[in-house]
């Protein structure tokens, strides 16, 4: 058991626990992240980003490589990582990376299929429908890292999504193995119900105003005396309980794993609403408090959140103005074809909706930067991760893969920098950034080193030399 066990107290005041032989139950309370926890979550884009491409310029990565700062994302007005410029620090931007393999008939569905797993396509299913031919990142970090509970029971990733599903192409990013795609849940109020419950908030505030004043101690006493009761509990762990009740003796801890009432309830009045594109931005946003609450309680060690379906059909609002949808302003026509009547200022349209994209990430930044913990801020234990199936809109490439990551899983990866991972002039395949994410946070490999062997066994092993910290 690697995490640690929790009494609540009225009001959700909660007083960490030592580590007890005697308590291995089934169930396991909810917590604040020890000082090693670490986590990844990974946002997902459709459709590429408007980059170089053909006669169309480069509107999204930095203008040059090297250190970045605030003051240089800010100069790159016209670039869509400049939304980005208050995280300038905390930056690593990785350029060169590709998918190693072919799509089955379908781009969209085969640059899914490749995004987190770095495996092959299938050949049946095909097309739209094609699968990956392994599990995703996500999947392993949660298999190796989360805590399993004696029954053998494991929190899996949590998995969730924003915007409709059109039915071409739903959930692309989650595997649990070859072919065996998770589903996202696209509601924020079930996710949020499913994971942290629903207390009367009349109850809580009564409780909390009756106890504002008590200890920590005197919060969890009765719990405490019944603990102390059990006689499954050893001469050590009696100990360990005296010594951790008197080192907190006058310590008030308040971790409250719950939003505020008013964010639930705009939760629960979105239920009915969550597939109309309108509101994408704003689940996005609920789908990250979320991401941010589950990893501020330790909940479980990888996230993930797709933002549209397979070939993003939202028609996003630019200015006040409702937008094409997506995917056809990525054809730069009015068409999910080759043919049809081009679109205004189609590429300009692209960059804006990297730009929102962009922001939506800084929201996810910008919760996760708001638990403060003893050695700095929740982004700085984990890794957050901007990515997207594709490469480029009009030519759906799948080279140059843009990865956009936050936050140095407590100093293991570089911040702070924009860097270009290619070898001997060659992209990388993306199996070796999986690695180098899957690593910072923890996971090992099969002899037990940093993890250097995910995704399709034909593809080489290794890590990104140049993402790691000296």
């Known amino acids: 058991?690697?995490?640690?066990?929790?009494?609540?107290?009225?009001?959700?005041?909660?007083?960490?626990?030592?580590?007890?032989?005697?308590?291995?139950?089934?169930?396991?309370?909810?917590?604040?992240?020890s000082p090693d926890f670490k986590f990844a979550v990974f946002m997902r884009q459709a459709n590429g980003v408007a980059q170089a491409e053909g006669t169309e310029p480069?509107?999204?990565?930095?203008?040059?490589?090297?250190?970045l700062t605030t003051a240089s994302l800010t100069a790159d007005s016209n670039r869509a990582v400049?939304?980005?410029?208050?995280?300038?620090?905390?930056?690593?931007?990785?350029?060169?990376?590709?998918?190693?393999?072919?799509?089955?008939?379908?781009?969209?569905?085969?640059g899914g299929n490749q995004c987190l797993t770095a495996a092959k396509v299938s050949d049946t299913p095909s097309g739209n429908k094609s699968l990956a031919m392994g599990e995703s990142i996500d999947n392993l970090i949660a298999r190796k890292l989360n805590p399993k509970a004696v029954d053998g029971s494991q929190e899996e990733p949590l998995t969730l999504y924003a915007g409709r599903m059109s039915g071409y192409i739903n959930e692309?990013?989650?595997?649990?193995?070859?072919?065996?795609l998770r589903a996202a849940e696209r509601n924020p109020y079930n996710a949020y119900?499913?994971?942290?419950?629903?207390?009367?908030?009349?109850?809580?505030?009564?409780?909390?105003?009756a106890t504002e004043r008590k200890s920590v101690n005197d919060l969890v006493r009765a719990e405490l005396d019944r603990l102390r009761k059990n006689t499954g509990l050893s001469k050590a762990d009696h100990d360990r309980l005296d010594l951790h009740f008197t080192s907190i003796r006058d310590l008030e801890v308040k971790l409250d794993l719950q939003l505020p009432a008013t964010r639930v309830k705009e939760m629960e009045l979105m239920s009915p609403?969550?597939?109309?594109?309108?509101?994408?931005?704003?689940?996005?946003?609920?789908?990250?408090?979320?991401?941010?609450?589950?990893?501020?309680?330790?909940?479980?060690?990888?996230a993930?959140?797709?933002?549209?379906?397979?070939?993003?059909?939202?028609?996003?609002?630019?200015?006040?103005?409702?937008?094409?949808?997506?995917?056809?302003?990525?054809?730069?026509?009015?068409?999910?074809?080759?043919?049809?009547?081009?679109?205004p200022d189609a590429f300009e349209k692209h960059h804006q909706i990297d730009r929102i994209h962009a922001r939506m990430f800084k929201y996810l930044l910008d919760k996760l930067s708001a638990y403060k913990l003893p050695t700095g801020t929740l982004l700085d234990q984990g890794v957050a991760v901007w990515t997207n199936d594709l490469a480029t809109g009009p030519g759906h490439r799948y080279d140059n893969l843009p990865f956009v990551i936050a936050g140095g899983a407590g100093g293991y990866l570089k911040q702070g920098q924009y860097v270009d991972a290619t070898e001997a002039k060659k992209l990388v395949t993306n199996n070796r950034i999986l690695n180098t994410l899957g690593a910072a946070v923890g996971v090992k490999n099969a002899a037990g080193g940093p993890l250097d062997d995910f995704g399709d066994p034909s593809l080489t092993k290794g890590q990104i030399p140049v993402m790691l910290k000296a």
């Open 82 to 110: 400049s939304e980005l410029a208050a995280y300038a620090d905390k930056l690593l931007l990785v350029k060169g990376v590709k998918y190693n393999f072919p799509g089955n008939g379908c781009g969209h569905s085969g």
């Open 304 to 343: 993930t959140l797709q933002i549209g379906d397979g070939n993003d059909s939202t028609e996003y609002v630019i200015g006040g103005v409702k937008q094409p949808r997506f995917h056809q302003i990525t054809h730069r026509i009015y068409s999910d074809g080759a043919t049809g009547d081009p679109i």
């Open 273 to 302: 609403k969550v597939a109309d594109p309108i509101n994408i931005e704003e689940i996005t946003r609920m789908q990250c408090d979320i991401i941010a609450l589950a990893m501020s309680g330790g909940l479980t060690h990888a």
């Open 58 to 67: 480069d509107r999204f990565w930095p203008s040059a490589l090297g250190a």
């Open 172 to 180: 692309v990013l989650s595997y649990r193995a070859a072919k065996t």
């Open 193 to 209: 119900k499913r994971l942290f419950g629903l207390p009367d908030p009349d109850a809580v505030a009564a409780a909390r105003k």
């Open 1 to 33: 058991m690697d995490r640690r066990r929790f009494l609540f107290g009225l009001g959700g005041a909660v007083v960490a626990l030592p580590f007890l032989e005697g308590l291995r139950d089934k169930k396991r309370a909810h917590a604040g992240p």
